[in-house]
């Protein structure tokens, strides 16, 4: 009978926000399952993890953690120990090609631990979605329901965090570095054009270069048309859940943004400029995406786990090439057959 737990995922607030309604269900189905979790921004925040009712989250450990470097297995060890620990849960799909640590320290485990972790080929070579493969990890071990509520981040958000009529378009340009990024002179003559529509909020990032960025899109949109957008700064994760769930829709690059509008219910359209919506998408029917054209022409393109591998920095051919995705392109979905907004 599994106890005590250990989930291994990335840092990000976006891998954080997929896992909510799993963790949520594994509360309800597995209530003697406790668990701990890598550190992330969405788990390192108590406000959030008290208002989600994660009932059986006992904390956070290191974030390095998750990459199970052999200098850190003495730490991790001890702790499994001290914390008696039977199952270890790795979310990460990167697989053993990439994710050597986690696969050593499991080969030179004690076989007291269990270790749970992706189906990491699909019959085509690729990752799954990654929601589709929490379910199916999760659900075939007993610990969650399949019928789980997908939803279940909007019940996480207090109702004075969300407005009672939905309102505005939610823009998102940050994804935590550069390789995800759409370029700013598009966002400018898109968002030129829809607020000339609907009132905009413009999120601001993390660091003085996004902020930055930020504040000069809505400067440039207010140039167009005075007081249609407003700069939205969040000082946690329940605001920025709470800000996307009273958004009417929302833009966004592949980020936190997309997946918390998945688990809210809320309209999304995402940009995948270097990262796979196979894999990475809402996967919900009312998020949509919009691919870059030369993505899977990339040759550093890894189906596996969904992404181009250029150490996280800018695809060389979508350099030379651009991302092929026109301002017109995304309007058309936003306000054409699909009518997002």
């Known amino acids: 009978m599994i106890a005590n737990a250990l989930i291994v995922n990335s840092a990000g607030l976006g891998d954080g926000l997929i896992e909510i309604p799993f963790l949520k269900n594994m509360a309800d189905v597995a209530p003697r399952v406790r668990f701990h979790h890598t550190g992330s921004k969405v788990f390192s925040d108590k406000t959030f993890t008290n208002a989600a009712k994660l009932a059986t989250f006992r904390g956070t450990v290191p974030s390095d953690w998750r990459n199970f470097e052999e200098k850190e297995w003495p730490a991790i060890r001890a702790f499994v120990v001290a914390n008696e620990i039977d199952l270890i849960v790795n979310l990460r799909n990167f697989g053993p090609a990439h994710d050597g640590g986690y696969f050593a320290f499991k080969q ?48 996480a958000v207090r109702a004075e965090y969300i407005s009672s009529k939905p309102s505005g378009i939610a823009i998102n340009i ?24 609907e009132h905009l909020k413009v999120f601001a990032g993390h660091g003085d270069i996004e902020n930055r960025r930020a504040a000069d899109l809505v400067r440039q949109i207010d140039a167009h048309r005075p007081g249609g957008a407003r700069l939205i700064q969040c000082p946690d994760v329940l605001t920025a859940v709470g800000e996307v769930a009273s958004s009417r829709c929302v833009v966004t690059v592949d980020s936190w943004m997309l997946h918390a509008a998945a688990g809210l219910g809320v309209r999304a359209l995402g940009l995948y400029i270097v990262t796979s919506p196979l894999t990475w998408g809402g996967d919900t029917d009312h998020c949509v995406s919009i691919e870059s054209n030369h993505l899977r022409r990339c040759e550093r393109f890894d189906p596996l786990i969904g992404l181009c591998r250029n150490q996280y920095r800018e695809c060389p051919l979508i350099e030379r090439e651009g991302d092929g995705i026109d301002v017109k392109d995304v309007l058309d979905l936003l306000g054409g057959g699909t009518a997002l907004c």
């Open 108 to 155: 030179n485990s004690p076989p007291s631990i269990a270790f749970w972790n992706y189906r990491f080929a699909g019959r085509r070579g690729e990752c799954g979605n990654i929601r589709t493969q929490i379910r199916e990890l999760l659900s075939s071990r007993g610990v969650i329901d399949t019928a789980l509520n997908p939803l279940s981040l909007r019940e």
């Open 174 to 197: 940050h994804a935590g570095n550069v390789f995800k990024l759409w370029p700013d002179w598009k966002w400018r003559i898109l968002c030129q054009e829809l607020v000339e529509k």
